[in-house]
């Protein structure tokens, strides 16, 4: 048997032991089937450890027979339900459509599954590399904003392809270069 451990878990309470972190995870992974295997595990895991969880109203017991049933209470699942991940954000702030220089219409959020792949394999479970391409794009749109030319603006998978921030963060760590350096000259 294989058991993913979610290690967002150890932000719900700061003072998780690894057995109460594995039981949670397992708790909340339903695709658990009640085997041998479950059973073994969780008998390595101590009531005192289960009761802790049960007092700070992360999971629920339920007597079934000769047996109990956890399960996963509303607060532990307010704690840990998904938050819009980063790719949603860059997709949001991306920007949908551009005017060429010719003046047509040009959509630039097209492949979005592409586009999410291509996104995350860059990014992988980071999320300061995450966090820096949407800085990155928030710089170029507003700098081709404010210079008129956002109409060169490529579609987002090109962007992605062409590793479009590595240019961006170039200028945006010219451009603090430039600022920091600005009046330290004596004439």
Same mark, same amino acid.
């Given at each position: 048997m294989i058991i993913e451990i979610n290690t967002d878990l150890l932000n719900v309470t700061e003072d998780l032991t690894m057995g109460q972190l594995v039981f949670l995870s397992m708790v909340l992974d339903k695709n658990q089937k009640n085997n041998q295997d479950v059973r073994k595990l969780v008998s390595l895991i101590s009531d005192d450890e289960i009761s802790c969880l049960l007092q700070k109203d992360l999971i629920t017991s339920i007597e079934r027979g000769d047996s109990i049933v956890y399960e996963a209470s509303q607060k532990l699942l307010n704690l840990t339900s998904k938050k819009e991940s980063y790719f949603d954000l860059f997709y949001k702030q991306y920007p949908i459509y551009v005017l060429r220089p010719d003046g047509s219409k040009a959509y630039l959020r097209a492949n979005i599954n592409k586009c999410r792949k291509a996104f995350e394999s860059t990014c992988g479970r980071s999320s300061?590399?995450?966090? @820096? *391409? *949407?800085?990155?794009?928030? &710089?170029?749109?507003?700098?081709?904003?404010?210079?008129?030319?956002?109409? &060169?603006?490529?579609?987002?998978?090109?962007?992605? *392809?062409? @590793?479009?921030? #590595?240019?961006?963060?170039? #200028?945006?760590?010219?451009?603090?270069?430039?600022? +920091?350096? &600005?009046?330290? +000259?004596?004439?």
């Open positions: 300061a590399m995450a966090e @820096h *391409i *949407i800085n990155c794009l928030n &710089y170029e749109v507003d700098k081709k904003t404010r210079t008129g030319k956002i109409g &060169y603006m490529k579609t987002m998978w090109r962007w992605l *392809i062409d @590793h479009q921030w #590595e240019e961006t963060e170039e #200028e945006m760590r010219d451009t603090v270069e430039q600022t +920091e350096s &600005y009046g330290t +000259e004596l004439i």
